[in-house]
């Protein structure tokens, strides 16, 4: 994930098995670590039952439910196109893209490339290569709020690089898209969630074009719809990555629409090219909105 993992309020034994459960998943899923479960899938044959990891088979099933509910704007099956574009490996200060003449043999997509058996077992049916992306970092954020709340925890906050959820009511911030380190807006939120997706970090460039990570999973072309930057609350860190990256990804107004339509919960604020914004949804998800800078 490369995300700084932030936990408060939260006692120590529990600290150490939130961490265990980061690390264990990054070791599992991480599309940037050899040998892996999820390499091993990723190589698997096609055409035959391929028995999936119990982690993998749950942030599967999951991320497909959300990809047809926003007509695979995004989905899991797009890492060729990541390839594609350079994203090889882990994202740095030093990141060094390698444009290696990987070719997508994505032009669109509209039909999942699986076939489900059973909820641990899939066939391939054509070539492509997992990458779960936001739905992973969503997907283990949830995974440790479940894990606080079967012991009883009633105040706390998990935050996985800017995607969060909020345990009780804190007060939370959304990064200036053009000022590192610097809050935008500042609010409350309680037992919620917070996901921001953005085109302004994870950039480099290659012959004179301009590449970020967000990607439209219907066309496997880079991203680039006026907005720069997207946060959305919603009852779920998965649910508020899929509103953040729809929102990068559609037009404003289709993004909009689509969302609305899909989610009957959420709020969003967004940051566009131009240095506008727009926020909207359920203002009750939050409260007390100051702007920061």
């Not at 670590?33 to 055409?47: F, G, H, K, R, V």
């Amino acid at each position: 994930m490369n995300s700084t993992i932030r936990l408060c309020g939260i006692e120590a034994s529990f600290q150490e098995r939130v961490q265990s459960l980061f690390l264990q998943f990054e070791q599992t899923a991480s599309r940037f670590l050899p040998d892996n479960p999820l390499a091993d899938l990723n190589q698997s044959p096609l055409d035959v039952p391929v028995y999936l990891e119990e982690t993998l088979a749950e942030l599967l099933w999951k991320s497909i439910v959300l990809s047809r509910k926003v007509n695979y704007v995004i989905h899991p099956f797009i890492g060729d196109v990541m390839k594609s574009i350079g994203y090889t490996s882990s994202f740095s200060s030093d990141f060094n893209p390698k444009m290696d003449g990987i070719q997508s043999q994505q032009a669109s997509f509209w039909e999942e490339p699986i076939e489900k058996i059973a909820s641990r077992w899939i066939i391939k049916k054509s070539n492509f290569s997992f990458d779960f992306g936001g739905f992973g970092k969503g997907y283990i954020v949830d995974k440790a709020i479940n894990l606080l709340h079967k012991e009883n925890v009633k105040d706390a906050l998990v935050n996985a690089g800017g995607d969060l959820y909020a345990i009780g009511r804190h007060q939370v911030g959304i990064e200036h898209p053009l000022l590192k380190g610097k809050d935008m807006l500042r609010f409350y939120i309680e037992d919620n969630s917070l996901a921001t997706s953005g085109k302004n970090l994870r950039t480099w460039s290659s012959k004179g074009k301009r590449y970020h990570h967000i990607v439209n999973g219907r066309t496997g072309a880079v991203a680039n719809n006026g907005v720069l930057q997207a946060s959305a609350i919603a009852s779920t860190v998965m649910e508020a990555e899929t509103i953040s990256k729809v929102f990068c990804i559609l037009p404003f107004k289709e993004a909009k629409a689509l969302v609305t339509k899909q989610f009957s919960n959420f709020a969003y604020f967004i940051y566009f090219d131009n240095s506008q914004m727009a926020v909207g949804g359920n203002s009750t998800l939050y409260s007390d909105l100051e702007v920061a800078i």
